[in-house]
């Protein structure tokens, strides 16, 4: 027994060990990175074509209707001196009563004034041939450049520059006496409204001298012109008789037919 352990022993002993065979990490094969997508290549911008500008019709030069005569100086100042007197002729004495330093309660005459305003300025162009009692008088009107009288707001609105002049006037001098626009807020707004109504006759009366014959109002309304007219057979009551005024107005030589250059 002892031999056979002996032989096995060395049997054993001349064996080689096992070799262990390392076999070789598979490396990850790394993906190749995604192709970022190639932004698509802009468009060419349509080019627009340029519009050709349309040439501007040339401006004509607002004249007065064939047909028509410009109103004389007299008969321009005629229409003045009358329509000033039915309108704000009533302002003279309330300014003198004032000015007298007398005490007096000025509402009736101020209600008077108000309902003259209205009845040359408002129901006169309305009711009465659109003319004011300065144009029955002077025996003139106001026409568009459609040979039509104008509406009836326009004499209205031009009637009350004597208003805004009137005003603006009043503020400056109250301005200049005080010193500054005033201490409140109240009288402040009340000198700056007073000084903006200056604004428009300024510019209507700069109009007048550089184009002639139209003015702010007068261009505002599509050319407005102050023309002569006849003596009408046609009118009847009140108004014939005012009409019957510029039968003296015209002996007297106050409608002079000089053309006028204003």
């Given amino acids: 027994m002892g031999l056979l352990e002996k032989a096995s022993n060395i049997e054993a002993e001349e064996k080689p060990p096992k070799t262990k065979v390392v076999k070789p990490k598979k490396e990850a094969v790394k993906e190749p990175p995604a192709a970022k997508p190639k932004k698509a290549a802009k468009?060419?911008?349509?080019?627009?074509?340029?519009?050709?500008?349309?040439?501007?019709?040339?401006?004509?030069?607002?004249?007065?209707?064939?047909?028509?005569?410009?109103?004389?100086?007299?008969?321009?100042?005629?229409?003045?001196?009358?329509?000033?007197?039915?309108?704000?002729?009533?302002?003279?004495?309330?300014?003198?009563?004032?000015?007298?330093?007398?005490?007096?309660?000025?509402?009736?005459?101020?209600?008077?004034?108000?309902?003259?305003?209205?009845?040359?300025?408002?129901?006169?162009?309305?009711?009465?041939?659109?003319?004011?009692?300065?144009?029955?008088?002077?025996?003139?009107?106001?026409?568009?450049?459609?040979?039509?009288?104008?509406?009836?707001?326009?004499?209205?609105?031009?009637?009350?520059?004597?208003?805004?002049?009137?005003?603006?006037?009043?503020?400056?001098?109250?301005?200049?006496?005080?010193?500054?626009?005033?201490?409140?807020t109240f009288s402040q707004i009340f000198s700056a409204i007073g000084f903006l109504c200056l604004i428009p006759p300024i510019i209507d009366y700069i109009m007048y001298r550089i184009r002639g014959d139209l003015g702010l109002w007068d261009t505002i309304f599509g050319g407005v012109w102050l023309v002569r007219t006849t003596k009408s057979k046609q009118t009847k009551g009140w108004l014939k008789r005012l009409e019957s005024v510029s039968d003296w107005t015209e002996s007297k030589g106050f409608l002079d037919e000089q053309d006028s250059t204003d």
């Fill in 43 to 184: 468009k060419p911008k349509k080019v627009k074509p340029k519009k050709e500008k349309k040439p501007r019709a040339p401006r004509v030069k607002k004249e007065i209707p064939e047909g028509f005569e410009p109103a004389t100086t007299g008969q321009k100042v005629t229409r003045r001196i009358f329509d000033f007197a039915v309108s704000y002729g009533w302002t003279l004495p309330l300014i003198g009563i004032s000015a007298w330093g007398s005490n007096f309660n000025p509402t009736i005459i101020v209600i008077l004034g108000i309902g003259l305003i209205s009845f040359n300025l408002g129901f006169m162009p309305t009711y009465a041939g659109k003319r004011t009692v300065g144009n029955w008088i002077s025996r003139t009107q106001y026409i568009n450049s459609r040979g039509e009288p104008p509406l009836s707001i326009y004499l209205a609105i031009k009637g009350m520059t004597t208003i805004f002049v009137l005003f603006g006037v009043f503020t400056l001098l109250l301005v200049m006496a005080n010193g500054s626009l005033g201490k409140s």
